[in-house]
């Protein structure tokens, strides 16, 4: 469910968790994820179905797509750019970005785009998750794109492993020696918190991670 504390802004769930008060209803959790798969087909993949502008940056106007979400589910007549707004702040993955009245995708796209995002405070490590069948073919060949036009590394092991249960239960970790392809010319750019985006990873920066433990709450052990 999203709500907005007058006090502490947007949140998620039944209760602002700052103070606890149960705020201003927004959408429901059904609301929330239509909305928000939406916005990811029409920002990611298929723009011109919604008949959207998009700029070499990803971006598109907010209110164009607002438009657009009226007309082709016009049960959503109450949608205002607050909505919007509020779904993308407190979006757990960091999967969209609004800036002066445009929005866009910060990753996961499948058009040829110049998304500029920033390349300072790169890790020196960075993890991939891959499969038992894929690692050996990975490690000799080095990465690049599949179905998107970047590839997508994850911070730590814990998020690469988590990221990899989509595909399999026991996703192999490789890990990136980020410093080294910085040092080597190549462009690493930061796209949230935990996910970095790269053109390709030659393999000579590849090797295969430790296994780590992962606990309940999605971190490695020590």
């Not at 990136?176 to 462009?187: L, P, Y």
């Amino acid at each position: 469910m999203l709500r907005e504390c007058p006090t502490h802004g947007y949140f998620r769930g039944d209760n602002c968790p700052v103070c606890g008060e149960p705020g201003k209803f927004l959408m429901s959790d059904q609301e929330l994820e239509r909305i928000g798969r939406t916005m990811a087909g029409a920002l990611r993949h298929f723009p011109d179905k919604f008949g959207l502008s998009m700029d070499e940056q990803g971006f598109v106007p907010m209110r164009g797509f607002i438009s657009a979400m009226k007309k082709n589910n016009p049960r959503y007549h109450w949608l205002r750019p607050h909505h919007i707004i509020a779904l993308i702040e407190t979006d757990p993955k960091g999967r969209y970005q609004s800036s002066n009245d445009l929005i866009r995708a910060t990753y996961g796209h499948s058009l040829d785009l110049d998304l500029r995002l920033p390349t300072d405070n790169i890790p020196d490590h960075l993890y991939y998750p891959t499969t038992e069948e894929e690692t050996d073919i990975v490690l000799e060949t080095g990465l690049k794109p599949s179905d998107r036009k970047l590839v997508h590394l994850s911070k730590t092991y814990a998020d690469a492993f988590n990221a990899g249960k989509v595909r399999t239960d026991t996703p192999i970790i490789l890990e990136i020696d980020a410093k080294g392809v910085i040092e080597e010319g190549m462009q690493i750019q930061r796209a949230t918190r935990t996910i970095y985006l790269v053109q390709e990873i030659p393999a000579k920066f590849l090797s295969r991670a430790e296994e780590r433990e992962i606990l309940e709450e999605g971190t490695c052990s020590e």
